[in-house]
Structures are given as structure tokens and as C-alpha cells.
């Protein structure tokens, strides 16, 4: 059960993921035992993920991409299929004109072009998709691990 207190500390992470527990306590005015417990408590449970996040705009090689998919079966029939392909970086089930938003990120338009044609509609299920390259990000920040395996995808291109 999250309450006030883990709130905050993910409030306090949220600003910066360094923050070190006895800062926290001190902010919150708890013991540092109680920080590291219940910080232990979220990332066991699964509630809390720390982790590094790049800026793309200090990376302006990174392409984001949105993709609105439209399926013929049910989206738990292909979406495993299409969350796993390496330049994901989120995917969601949605309500509206498409059964499923993918968000990628390449480098390149023939890498983009890869992925719509060789891979997307390549699996079972998908229709139809629709492409939006996002002009300037306005604040989504990228797991730094997916832009590792984005560099490392670049590489193997070359």
C-alpha cells in the first residue's frame, strides 16, 4: 500500500534519482532506516524503478517516433511481438482510432523505414499504421538503457 510518505519519495527521486537516503530523511524528517526500507519495499514490489534517463535534445542523432497501430485480432494476440522489437521504448493499449501506440526511437529515416515496413507490417494482425516523427520533445526523457541499445543497433548497421 503506498501511502503519504512513499509518495514523497518518489516525489524527491522523481527530482533527482541520486538523491541520497539521508537527504530524503532529512527533507522528510524520518529516520534514514525508514528510507531505505521503504525504498528497499517499492523497488521489490515493483511500484519504484531507478534508473539513468537521457535528454534528447542533448542528442539530437534521436529520432522519436509515434506509431498508431490498427489491428485485425486483438492487440494481446501481437502486441508481445511489437513491444520486444529493440527500439521500443514505451507501448500502450489504447481507446480510440488505433488499438495500440508504439513510441520508438531511431537514428535514421532508413531505420525508420525498416521498422514500418520489415517489421510491423510484418506481423500478424497489423493492418494499418500511422507515423508521427515528434519535431521537438517537450519533456520525455529516455530510459538511458534504451539508448544504449539504440547506439549499439546503430553500430551493427554500419
Same mark, same amino acid.
Given at each position: ?25 532529512? *527533507? ?6 525508514? !528510507?531505505? *526500507? ?11 524503478? +531507478?534508473?539513468? *534517463? ?10 522519436? /517516433? !509515434? /506509431?498508431?497501430? +490498427?489491428?485485425? +485480432?486483438?492487440?494481446?494476440?501481437? /502486441? ?13 493499449? /489504447?481507446?480510440?482510432? =488505433? #488499438?495500440? +501506440? ?11 523505414? #525498416?521498422?514500418?515496413?520489415? %517489421?510491423? %507490417?510484418?506481423? %500478424? ?22 539508448? =544504449? ?6 553500430? #551493427?548497421?554500419?
Amino acid at each position: 500500500m503506498i501511502d503519504p510518505v512513499d509518495t514523497e519519495i518518489f516525489r524527491l527521486l522523481g527530482e533527482n534519482g541520486r538523491m541520497s537516503n539521508s537527504e530524503i530523511s532529512r *527533507q522528510l524528517d524520518i529516520s534514514e532506516a525508514t !528510507v531505505r *526500507q521503504r525504498i528497499k519495499r517499492l523497488i521489490d514490489s515493483g511500484a519504484l524503478k +531507478i534508473s539513468a *534517463q537521457i535528454d534528447t535534445k542533448s542528442f539530437p542523432e534521436i529520432f522519436i /517516433v !509515434v /506509431v498508431g497501430i +490498427i489491428l485485425n +485480432i486483438l492487440p494481446e494476440e501481437c /502486441v508481445d511481438t511489437i513491444s520486444s522489437h529493440p527500439n521500443v521504448l514505451f507501448s500502450f493499449t /489504447v481507446t480510440g482510432r =488505433y #488499438d495500440l +501506440i508504439a513510441v520508438y526511437a531511431v537514428n535514421s529515416r532508413e531505420m525508420l523505414s #525498416d521498422i514500418i515496413e520489415n %517489421h510491423l %507490417h510484418s506481423i %500478424h494482425g497489423v493492418s494499418h499504421t500511422e507515423t508521427y516523427v515528434v519535431l521537438k520533445n517537450l519533456g520525455m526523457p529516455i530510459n538511458a538503457e534504451n539508448y =544504449y541499445k539504440l547506439l549499439m543497433l546503430s553500430n #551493427d548497421n554500419e
